[in-house]
């Protein structure tokens, strides 16, 4: 099967000796920040919500985008990035054996690079896919990328022999996968806090349980759906009652 997840907003841009791979979307990633590139601060504020400060930095990274590799400071995206998600992927423990398995079955999904293995190198950037960026094609992210991430999610499934995709994404980002040229089985598994008998989702232990489930994933080589079910990671349980067909819930104490 295949797993996808979400970037993150903030980086860990530490030296990493790793060997990088290249974005299969590089040529798309480069005319995006040179769109970017030519937003005021003001732009980009409002663009995605952001301080002064955090708006002068991301004009400079867009400003110093390069369209030459060779000439740029990359990162492993699966270590590049440092949020909730990435706490539970904890992806800078995973041995080679286990990095070589994610590299084929993992996937991040990104607004400026559309998919992403997890040693595709990058560099430094913030742009959400929900932002509303114009371009020649449309006025927001999702009419940028319109088909090609479900496409190419397509292609790495029939290469690796499954029709199963676990998104193990935010709403946000999976928003960018067609659904209608997109043709495998999507497993969205659901993870929930467990306060006075009320499990609700929280945001915060969501996106660390979604990564923890990619681990998860990778760590045991998962093929059959159904052994999703067997996630334990968190205190977190299968919870039958709540689960639906390709919607499995997981659940545990609240702040456990």
């Known amino acids: 099967m295949l797993v996808v997840v979400s970037p993150a907003k903030r980086l860990d841009w530490a030296e990493r000796d790793v060997a990088m791979t290249e974005p299969c979307f590089a040529d798309e990633a480069v005319r995006l920040a040179k769109t970017a590139r030519n ?31 060779e000439d740029a400071v ?24 286990e990095m070589a398995w994610a590299q084929d079955h993992l996937r991040i999904l990104s607004g400026l690079y559309g998919v992403l293995r997890p040693l595709d190198g990058i560099q430094q950037y913030r742009l959400e896919m929900g932002s509303k960026l114009k371009t020649r094609r449309g006025k927001d992210l999702y009419a940028w990328w319109g088909d090609s991430i479900a496409k190419a999610l397509n292609a790495d499934a029939e290469a690796r022999g499954t029709e199963v995709l676990v998104n193990c994404a935010s709403q946000e980002y999976f928003g960018a996968v067609d659904r209608k040229a997109l043709k495998l ?54 919870n039958e009652a709540l689960s639906k067909p390709d919607q499995p819930v997981f659940t545990r104490p609240y702040g456990a």
């Open 39 to 69: 937003l005021t601060l003001g732009d980009l504020k409002g663009l995605m919500g952001l301080s002064d400060d955090l708006a002068k930095l991301n004009r400079d990274r867009f400003r110093d985008f390069s369209a030459e590799p």
């Open 74 to 97: 990359l990162r492993p995206a699966a270590l590049g990035f440092a949020g909730d998600t990435y706490q539970g992927l904890e992806a800078a423990s995973l041995d080679a054996d």
């Open 185 to 238: 089985r999507v497993i969205t598994p659901q993870f929930m806090e467990d306060k006075d008998g009320a499990p609700k989702i929280v945001s915060f232990y969501a996106k660390k349980a979604r990564g923890a489930m990619a681990r998860y994933i990778v760590q045991r080589r998962l093929t059959d759906p159904d052994a999703l079910r067997d996630f334990d990671s968190g205190g977190y349980a299968f």
